[in-house]
């Protein structure tokens, strides 16, 4: 598909040197109104002026995540996935170290379990319940943010000696705006000052209905230290995972999300959260614009399985490039369709950072403009103080019976805000006898050739909030060029009244 730069332009409702022109500002070169544009330009083109152009980038309908079933209950029940938040201190992390020894799974090889973003615990019932395991907020955040809901329940935790403090409450907030429901977990009862209670009544105050009051969130009282309460917590857990009934297809292409990316010896390694579908060692898989073809599976304890389903946390080996956290994952029926999705992906994003740099040019335009308007006001307000008239082409002339002496500048300083700062401010000074006129004003360090202009057309440089190179001083004291050296506007300002004043004896 092609369209020409003129038809473009009718079709945008622009006139068509104005488009032309602002072509150019875009970055074009030597654009005319025949010019013709591919179809994918002129989309990228008409998204500047606000247009939602369709285009068909040929996505591939087999890389999205599967549709919800019609009835869902006839798919098999799988693991909860739980997130444990809570105040610092409240013990997280012991309860989670207290959860992952009394795995099943860990107890069989030995009970090494690292640490690779979640583990799953498999109780004597043979039900599994998988907990996220990386304590704490951020986590659960930076997942939320990238529209991942992968936790099904949050516990909160709350230290019987402890109460009600500013993250319970934070946790509170995060779990209720992502809808998810919560068990309170009062921990360390084992403590003499534990005031189980107590903890009851604030969290009540903060609007949490617990069961004990005839509402219907359960609360469980644990010691991660003594393991009190640890059976309970895990019950309710698989209570309220029925009650959610938490359902997912095992078969078809597989999805998740990537919780954690790291480099291991063995390789790029990252871990999944199987969803739905089933992962197998030699399947093709796609997170963000990565793709692997999965050499190995292994679980928390480092063991290689077959196959990881829905629910499970497993290390994914065979990553080309390391994927990011939080990314999506969906497996590829086949190598060509992992490539093909990863391409398309790429130039979604290529795509993205054409529309930035789009926007970028536009704004610098557009401070330009602000710039030049500043400047025009700048030199309106000079030339009415001057008592200058405005002549017909924009600009200003004298008044016949007045001659202005001038005194010359050259401003250099830091950044460009402050050497425009100081030459306004310096454009400011005077009255209609003498005035400051900025000669040159750049950002930067003096140069040898700001000083030769400076000595011979009588200017003094200033030098705003910059260091001077001993050898410029020394060149600007054989030149007899003055440096005014200032990183104070007000301090600046004074010295150039006394310059004036000097140049002019009677002003004050
Ligand atoms: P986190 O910041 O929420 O992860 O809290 P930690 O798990 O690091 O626990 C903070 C402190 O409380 C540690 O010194 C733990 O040993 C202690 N602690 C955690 N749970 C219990 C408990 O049930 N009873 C007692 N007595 N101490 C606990």
Redesign the pocket.
């Known amino acids: 598909e092609f369209i020409s730069v003129a038809n473009l332009a009718i079709a945008l409702g622009l006139k068509i040197d104005v488009f032309v022109s602002q072509l150019e500002e875009l970055g074009f070169e030597d654009v005319g109104k025949d010019n013709i544009l591919t179809g994918e330009t002129a989309a990228l083109v008409a998204q500047e002026y606000g247009f939602e152009p369709k285009v068909d980038m040929g996505e591939d309908e087999d890389l999205r995540p599967a549709p919800v079933p019609e009835d869902p209950t006839s798919l098999p029940l799988r693991p909860p996935v739980v997130t444990i938040m ?12 207290y959860l992952r020894k009394s795995s099943i799974v860990s107890q069989e090889h030995g009970g090494i379990t690292q640490h690779i973003g979640a583990f799953s615990v498999q109780l004597s019932s043979g039900q599994q319940i998988t907990f996220l395991d990386t ?2 907020h951020a986590a659960f955040l930076s997942m939320r943010q990238r529209g991942a809901n992968v936790t099904d329940m949050v516990i909160l ?1 709350v ?1 019987a000696d402890d109460s009600v403090m500013p993250q319970t409450l934070e946790a509170l907030k995060h779990a209720r705006a992502a809808r998810v429901p919560f068990i309170v977990a009062i ?5 003499p000052e534990a005031n189980i209670n107590h903890v009851k009544s604030d969290l009540a105050k903060h609007g949490v209905e617990l069961e004990d009051f005839g509402g219907d969130v359960q609360v469980v009282c ?5 393991g009190q309460g640890m059976e309970d917590l895990e019950e309710n857990i698989l209570l309220l995972a029925e009650m959610l009934d938490i359902r997912a297809d095992p078969g078809g292409m597989a999805e998740g999300w990537v919780l954690e990316s790291t480099i291991k010896p063995i390789g790029r390694v990252a871990t999944v959260l199987v969803k739905r579908g089933t992962l197998r060692p030699g399947d093709y898989v796609v997170a963000g614009r990565v793709q692997a073809k999965i050499r190995s599976l292994r679980n928390e304890a480092g063991v290689e399985i077959d196959e990881a389903g829905p629910g499970m946390p497993v290390e994914v080996l065979g990553w080309k490039e390391p994927p990011e956290a939080g990314d999506m994952v969906l497996q590829a029926p086949d190598e060509g369709r992992a490539k093909a999705a990863v391409r398309y992906r790429q130039e979604l994003k290529e795509r993205g950072d054409v529309i930035g740099q789009m926007e970028q040019i536009e704004k610098d335009r557009r401070e330009r403009e602000r710039e030049r308007e500043l400047e025009k006001e700048a030199l309106k307000s000079i030339a009415e103080a001057a008592n200058l008239r405005p002549n017909r082409r924009g600009g200003y002339r004298m008044s016949p019976e007045i001659k202005i002496q001038q005194v010359p500048f050259i401003v250099k300083g830091d950044v460009h805000g402050s050497v425009e700062a100081v030459s306004i401010a310096l454009m400011e000074q005077g009255n209609n006898e003498i005035r400051a006129k900025v000669l040159v004003s750049a950002p930067g360090h003096i140069t040898e050739s700001d000083v030769e202009l400076a000595a011979t057309t009588g200017s003094a440089i200033i030098n705003f909030n910059n260091p001077v190179p001993p050898q410029i001083k020394r060149l600007a004291q054989d030149a007899k060029v003055k440096i005014l050296e200032h990183n104070v506007i007000y301090h600046l300002i004074e010295e150039v009244r006394e310059q004036l004043a000097e140049a002019l004896p009677m002003v004050v």
């Open positions: 809570g105040h610092v201190d409240h013990g997280k992390t012991t309860l989670l170290d304590p704490g935790v230290a921990n360390k009862i084992d403590r644990v010691s991660g230290k003594t």
